[in-house]
C-alpha cells in the first residue's frame, strides 16, 4: 500500500480578508502558520514519514510546507516547486471580495465560478496589472500557459502531468510523498484519484491545514481517505469554506 498526503495552504491574508486569490502570491496569517505548524506536529506524533515533497510556486503553500516540516523536524527534506500545483487561476475576480462579489451576481452564479466543473470565471485582459504573464517566475513558459483565467477542468488538465510525470512514479518506486497546495488545484487532483463526476465536484471544498491521508494501492487507485486529526472539526472547516462564497 501507498501513502500519500495532501495538504491546503494554513489561512493566507486573502482567506481571512474573503478575496478571490488565485495565482496572486499572498502570505499567511499568523492562524495560517499555526495551523501548517499543528498540521507537522500531528504527522510526528503518528509517526509519518515523507522522501519526497511537492509544492506550488506561490508563498502560501510554500510556507505551508515550510512550517509543516519545521514542526516535523524535517527541514532537510527535498522539495520539488511547480507552477502545476498552482490555485486554479481565478481572472477578473482575483482580489474581489467573494460576499460583495455574491451580493452583486447572487449566490448562484458566485457557486459557479467558484465549483463549476467547466465554467471559468471572466478572464483578466492580458495587460491587466494582475496578470501573471510579466511574472519573472512564469519566464519559461509558453505565453498561453500563463492563464487568464481557469476553470476546474483547465485546472485538471495541467495537474495531471505533473502527477503522471512527478508523483505517480515515486509513489510506485516506494518513496512517502507530501504534497502541500492550494483548495482547487487540490480539488483537481482528488477529482482525478477518486473518480468524482463533473456534477459531484461542486459539492468538495477542501480545508486549510489539515492533512488528507490517501490510501493508494499498487495501481495508485485509493483504497481509502481521511483527514488527520479531528474528522468533525474538518467537516466544519470544510463546509465554511463552502460559505465563503455566500452574500
Ligand atoms: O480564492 C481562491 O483562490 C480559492 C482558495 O482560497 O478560493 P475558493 O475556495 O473560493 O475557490
Not at 498540521?39 to 506524533?45: D, I, K, N, S, V
Not at 477578473?92 to 471580495?97: H, P, R, S, Y
Request: with cysteine.
Amino acid at each position: 500500500m501507498h501513502k500519500l498526503v495532501l495538504i491546503r495552504h494554513g489561512e493566507s491574508t486573502w482567506n481571512l480578508e474573503n478575496r478571490f486569490t488565485g495565482w496572486t502570491d499572498v502570505a499567511l496569517t499568523a492562524t495560517g502558520i499555526e495551523q501548517a505548524r499543528t498540521a507537522g506536529r500531528l504527522l510526528a506524533a503518528e509517526g509519518y514519514e515523507f522522501d519526497q515533497c511537492h509544492t506550488s510556486v506561490l508563498k502560501r503553500a510554500t510556507h505551508t510546507l515550510w512550517h509543516c516540516l519545521d514542526a516535523m523536524e524535517r527541514t532537510w527534506l527535498p522539495v520539488a516547486h511547480s507552477w502545476r500545483l498552482n490555485e486554479r487561476h481565478y481572472g477578473a475576480l482575483q482580489g474581489l471580495n467573494k460576499a460583495e462579489t455574491a451580493k452583486e451576481y447572487g449566490d448562484e452564479q458566485v457557486l459557479v465560478w467558484r465549483r463549476s466543473y467547466d465554467v471559468p470565471p471572466p478572464a483578466l485582459e492580458p495587460q491587466d496589472p494582475r496578470s501573471e504573464r510579466g511574472d519573472i517566475r512564469y519566464a519559461k513558459l509558453e505565453a498561453g500557459q500563463v492563464p487568464l483565467t481557469e476553470c476546474l477542468k483547465d485546472t485538471v488538465a495541467r495537474v495531471l502531468p505533473y502527477w503522471h510525470e512527478a508523483i505517480a512514479p515515486r509513489l510506485r518506486a516506494g518513496q512517502r510523498v507530501l504534497i502541500a497546495a492550494h483548495g482547487n488545484s487540490m480539488r483537481a487532483l482528488v477529482k482525478y484519484l477518486d473518480g468524482i463526476s463533473d456534477e459531484d465536484i461542486v459539492g468538495l471544498n477542501i480545508p486549510n491545514g489539515i492533512p488528507l491521508v490517501y490510501e493508494l494501492d499498487a495501481d495508485l487507485k485509493p483504497l481509502r481517505h481521511y483527514y488527520l486529526g479531528d474528522a468533525q472539526a474538518a467537516a466544519r472547516a470544510a463546509a465554511s469554506v463552502a460559505a465563503q462564497g455566500k452574500a
